[in-house]
């Protein structure tokens, strides 16, 4: 797989065929041609097929892909065949929206843990998750083998955090702190800056 | 301006230069150089000064950037100098963190107006701003000209939602649900999909 030279763009879209492919498997939509395919997602056939080729050859000219074929290598490609664990800190309201949020479990994705700092929260249940204390944070990671860390923290803690969950042997970290952190760079980070969406509009809409 | 040549990705920046520039503002830094403010946001001072160029001559060669001017400019072409009426559709728990997040007060954005389908929520306060009925969803856009409207409902409703924000007036939509909606080309839209994040990760760890 020549992963090194995939634009990030093409990654971004992946979840995007997965979901589109999920729904067309659950309609019973055997094959799609990439045109088809294009037009369910807002982007031109072309953009499909180069998206896909970046991984291999999946579909066949004049026919196009095989639903649950292309379904099963997306899948792969995508992570999404092994089972992760998952630790969220913070059960704030970002917290609370992150753990119900619909889209993860429908990728098969699940937040298996939740720390707080308030011990007031310790106990009670994010969805079917039990709250612990923060101050667990190290056992938990590494007697569950956690491989990402979710951050949905004041800004101001997420360095700390981030360094602790790090220090336990989480290997990517998804931050939603409004703070920019700093990592190893062997760690994958993402900083999920939600301002971005909102300023991006406005950038947009003051050009009219 | 070169608006339609500036990439997205430059465009996606443009935030991050303007709080780190806040801050130095804050801590009386008069002059900041492209490398001290790469350094600061992670990319090469090359990047920093070709991002910024998109916009004009902002720096003086030797010496760098004048902290305030580059600040007053950002927020102009951020447009963050004008006042935007944004009406935030749902408040549960995204709705809650999206009301609470700090990062819009940073940048002066406000969400002005909340409208929920539940009448119990109605009346009650989400921050400073009144729990309004869905059903006066036309009536708020139209008599505050709203500009933005942000869609935090379950994905079932989202198109509906955003046919009848764009139809009272609104010019760009923000949306949360995990759907994808489609809209007239004129009216600015984002769909913000949380799952990509998680998934992005997944994929990288995965290759490692």
Redesign the interface.
């Known amino acids: 797989?020549k992963?090194a030279m995939t634009p990030a763009t093409t990654?971004?879209r992946?979840?995007?065929y997965?979901r589109c492919l999920q729904k067309l498997d659950r309609m019973d939509v055997d094959v799609i041609s990439s045109k088809d395919l294009g037009e369910r997602?807002?982007i031109p056939s072309t953009q499909v097929r180069k998206d896909l080729s970046y991984y291999g050859e999946f579909g066949r000219r004049g026919v196009g892909y095989e639903v649950p074929v292309l379904l099963k290598h997306l899948r792969k490609?995508?992570?999404?065949a092994?089972e992760?664990e998952?630790v969220l800190v913070g059960a704030?309201?970002?917290g609370?929206?992150?753990s119900?949020?619909?889209?993860?479990k429908?990728?098969g994705?699940n937040i298996n843990h939740v720390l707080d700092v308030d011990s007031d929260k310790v106990g009670s249940k994010l969805g079917d998750v039990e709250i612990q204390h923060i101050d667990e944070l190290v056992d938990v990671v590494k007697e569950n083998n956690v491989?990402?860390g979710?951050i949905a923290a004041?800004?101001d803690y997420a360095q700390e955090i981030a360094d602790e969950l790090v220090g336990a042997g989480v290997?990517?970290i998804?931050n939603f702190a409004?703070a920019?952190i700093?990592l190893p760079p062997e760690i994958?980070l993402?900083n999920?800056?939600?301002?971005?969406?909102?300023?991006?509009?406005?950038?947009?809409?003051?050009?009219?």
Do not use: T
Request: charged fraction near 25%.
């Open positions: 797989m992963d990654i971004e992946l979840p995007i997965y997602i807002g490609i995508l992570g999404l092994q992760w998952i704030g309201d970002l609370h929206a992150l119900k949020y619909g889209g993860f429908k990728l994705l491989d990402i979710i004041p800004g290997k990517a998804w409004p920019r700093k994958e993402r999920e800056d939600l301002s971005i969406g909102l300023i991006s509009l406005a950038y947009h809409l003051s050009r009219k």
